[in-house]
């Protein structure tokens, strides 16, 4: 590298004065780095001193990368906590999570959240017990989240081109995993019920509500929880020649999101109104398995689908229906209208013309 020097630095030269200077300026910028302190404001709004490392320790080595990746030099930060993870990565330095974490957390300030993966796994798997570990976890939860969101994996040259959506999802469950009833966990539960509702899952998205709400059911989200379950049993339905098992898990679902929170279930319109067209829909699939059975010949089992159906869903125009049918093909007997009360009293004779008092 070419150092070009100032014109005007030439014609000066370099006087007792401005060498102390220059080595009191070197001395305290090393200073700065192998020397860092911790503080926390008081109750009046000043910082106070907490902690002072020793120079020349690894504690001190440690802050002073801490430091750069805090003044967003992440670059530097690599440089320097590099060499000395290599050093003592088969040690048991009490340092190397802390170490491991910074790494991590700069090539994730450099955009390369792929490779700083690999640090927080580190910490996962050979320091559970270290408090480095559920900040791993939350940084990988982070990470988990923008790729089930759409953020693509880097690829050659630095292009995100390649689909995380399956590595993320993978993340999600394995947090949950290693920290379960936490609220780290209740935070990715929820992240993956909702990535499986984005991808038209459905019966994942309805199982994994359903695992959220038995696990954490103090939930801030519980209400949440439960409307979106409801809402992937409904979509679950794709019309009359589906199964519509779905539905009538839905309508009892409603009940219990309306008992429990009814302005809500009002305002996200999960009323009687969805009730009544949930029962349509039901009764429907119900009068079309009829006619598949009667297209097939199979008088049997459609007479016993359209009984059921009246039972299961009096007042639908599906029940309608059914009764006319059941009623044209003799299997149900047409309400006979009540006769008139028989007059037990005889009737007065009316009188005859010629009639006289």
């Known amino acids: 590298m070419t150092i070009v020097r100032p014109r005007s630095a030439s014609r000066h030269t370099l006087t007792p004065a401005i060498l102390l200077a220059g080595v009191f300026s070197c001395a305290l910028a090393l200073t700065s780095h192998a020397q860092i302190s911790e503080y926390k404001l008081g109750e009046d709004g000043q910082p106070i001193k907490t902690r002072e490392a020793a120079p020349d320790t690894d504690e ?5 990368a801490r430091a ?6 992440a670059s530097e930060c690599l440089k320097l906590i590099d060499p000395w993870i290599e050093k003592y990565e088969f040690s048991a330095n009490p340092w190397l999570p802390e170490a491991y974490l910074i790494r991590g957390d700069a090539k994730v300030a450099l955009n390369d959240e792929y490779e700083a993966l690999y640090d927080y796994e580190k910490i996962i798997k050979d320091y559970t017990a270290a ?7 939350d940084r990988e939860y982070a990470i988990a989240r923008k790729y089930v969101r759409g953020m693509k994996k880097k690829w050659w040259f630095g292009w995100r081109v390649e689909d995380a959506r399956i590595l993320g999802e993978e993340m999600l469950i394995r947090v949950n995993e290693r920290m379960p009833s936490s609220v780290l966990a209740e935070k990715s539960m929820m992240e993956l019920a909702d990535f499986y509702y984005r991808e038209r899952d459905l019966k994942l998205a309805a199982e994994a509500y359903d695992i959220f709400l038995t696990n954490f059911p103090q939930s801030d989200l519980r209400e949440r929880a439960m409307q979106q379950r409801v809402y992937s049993y409904i979509a679950r339905f794709k019309g009359p020649e589906y199964d519509a098992s779905g539905l009538i898990e839905a309508k009892a679902l409603i009940g219990q999101y309306s008992g429990k ?5 009002e305002q996200a319109g999960l009323s ?15 009068y079309e398995t009829a006619s598949w059975y009667l297209k097939k010949d199979d008088p049997v089992s459609a007479r016993l689908t359209l009984k059921r159906l009246i039972q299961a869903h009096p007042g639908t125009v599906a029940a309608t229906k059914a009764v006319e049918d059941m009623l044209a093909r003799g299997w149900l007997k047409a309400p006979q209208a009540d006769a008139p009360p028989a007059d037990t009293a005889s009737a007065p004779a009316s009188p005859t013309q010629g009639s006289t008092k």
């Open 60 to 64: 001190a080595f440690i802050d002073s």
């Open 68 to 73: 750069l990746l805090a003044e967003n030099r």
């Open 131 to 137: 408090p480095q570990f559920p900040l791993a976890l």
């Open 261 to 265: 929170y009814p302005v809500e279930a």
């Open 272 to 286: 009687d109104a969805l009730v009544a067209r949930i029962d349509e829909s039901a009764a429907a699939q119900m």
